[in-house]
T-cell receptor, first 111, second 114 residues
Framework: DQQVKQNSPSLSVQEGRISILNCDYT??????FLWYKKYPAEGPTFLIS?????DKNEDGRFTVFLNKSAKHLSLHIVPSQPGDSAVYFC??????????FGAGTRLTVKP | GAGVSQSPSNKVTEKGKDVELRCDPI?????LYWYRQSLGQGLEFLIY????????KSGLPSDRFSAERTGGSVSTLTIQRTQQEDSAVYLC????????????FGPGTRLTVL
């Protein structure tokens, strides 16, 4: 039961360009969304979050967009840097605070 | 200023043996979670502890899996009679509480069952 889906297992972009990572969810009760970043041999680290009352949240080079009607969110990284190369997990939680994670997207930023 | 720590970092065991995985959460964090990540899969929720409340065990895949949290701090995940499909990275996370606080993850334990 994949309630949170990241359909692109990998993404490759050139340094300086925009990276767009996508995430879709099926449970309309989800109201809080997070992105985590994971380097090899390390645990995921929190990157940015968004509540369902917003449609955009920005933090430096990272912006998360939420489209509730489409049950879709995306993470934009501008400009992309080689150090951004990692696996990015999308997560969603509901009023019970049950959190579900996507399968992750491996981002490679080429110099 | 330590983060979440887990031990061992790697564990190789034979099918049928029991294993124990340990998690030390961040001091003061009342919520503790166990997840596992199998190859190519997302993070699968296993179990959740919040303070002194009864744990949420809804994610445990079978009765071979159990977990304890002693004194509201250290947690141990035990897998009995391991099977090859138990091979995964087991991640522990903690947060101040469950209410929308971001979770801080440990580095994980990579379990390989031969």
């Amino acid at each position: 039961d994949q309630q949170v889906k990241q359909n692109s297992p990998s993404l490759s972009v050139q340094e300086g360009r925009i990276s767009i990572l996508n995430c879709d969810y099926t449970n309309s009760m989800f109201d809080y969304f997070l992105w985590y970043k994971k380097y090899p041999a390390e645990g995921p680290t929190f990157l940015i979050s968004i509540s369902s009352i917003k449609d955009k949240n920005e933090d430096g080079r990272f912006t998360v967009f939420l489209n509730k009607s489409a049950k879709h969110l995306s993470l934009h990284i501008v400009p992309s840097q080689p150090g951004d190369s990692a696996v990015y997990f999308c997560a969603a939680s509901d009023y019970n605070n049950d959190m579900r994670f996507g399968a992750g997207t491996r981002l490679t930023v080429k110099p | 200023g330590a983060g979440v720590s887990q031990s061992p970092s790697n564990k190789v065991t034979e099918k049928g043996k029991d294993v124990e995985l340990r998690c030390d959460p961040i001091s003061g964090h009342t919520a503790l979670y166990w997840y596992r990540q199998s190859l190519g899969q997302g993070l699968e929720f296993l179990i959740y502890f919040q303070g002194n409340s009864a744990p949420d065990k809804s994610g445990l895949p079978s009765d071979r899996f159990s977990a304890e949290r002693t004194g509201g701090s250290v947690s141990t995940l035990t897998i009995q009679r391991t099977q090859q499909e138990d091979s995964a990275v087991y991640l522990c996370a903690s947060s101040l509480d469950r209410a929308y606080n971001e979770q801080f993850f440990g580095p994980g334990t990579r379990l390989t069952v031969l």
